[in-house]
């Protein structure tokens, strides 16, 4: 999988973060290529479950975190050319959790279509760090700065 810049392949924990905000009918279509394929067959081996998570979040000025409330969560685990895989995306959509587990398992197989899980990873992150950098422009023109008079 020596294939993207600098001959390295994503860490699968990037991978996986990714792929849980990537856009759901991409994901979903990519999928679906992946199954299209030949030569192995799609064991589900639990799920996709939809439950709820407690949503844990740090408290900006004294650091303390606390649980600001739960979020629903869909679950999904499954085995795909020899690897296991699991998902777990924010929301309801049961397809997209198992289009995300079947991706990650395909690109660490290094199947057919590993590449163009790879590239789906590196749009959505891409456009998650533009969606950032729009969000911190807009907010620094809100910015107060003080100045302490001795």
């Known amino acids: 999988m020596a294939w993207l810049a600098g ?3 994503m860490a699968r924990e990037r991978r996986c973060e990714l792929l849980a905000v990537a856009p759901p009918a991409e994901l979903v279509a990519l999928a679906d290529r992946c199954l299209d394929y030949e ?3 799609l064991d589900i081996r ?3 479950t939809v439950g709820t998570v407690a949503l844990e979040v740090r408290e900006p000025v004294m ?3 606390f649980i600001l409330g739960d979020v ?3 679950t999904v685990e499954v085995e795909w050319r020899g690897k296991r895989s699991w998902a777990g995306l924010l929301g309801r959509d049961r397809a997209a959790a198992l289009a995300a587990a079947v991706c990650d398992a395909e690109a ?3 199947g057919p279509l590993a590449r163009e899980v790879e590239k789906l990873c590196l749009t959505t992150g891409h ?3 533009e ?3 729009r969000e911190e422009s807009e907010l620094a023109r809100t910015v107060v700065q003080f100045e302490e008079l001795l």
């Open 7 to 9: 001959g390295m392949a």
């Open 39 to 41: 030569g192995a067959s």
């Open 46 to 48: 639990s799920g996709p």
């Open 63 to 65: 650091g303390e975190r």
């Open 72 to 74: 629903l969560l869909t």
């Open 108 to 110: 660490e197989a290094g």
């Open 127 to 129: 456009a998650a760090e």
């Open 131 to 133: 969606a950032a950098c």
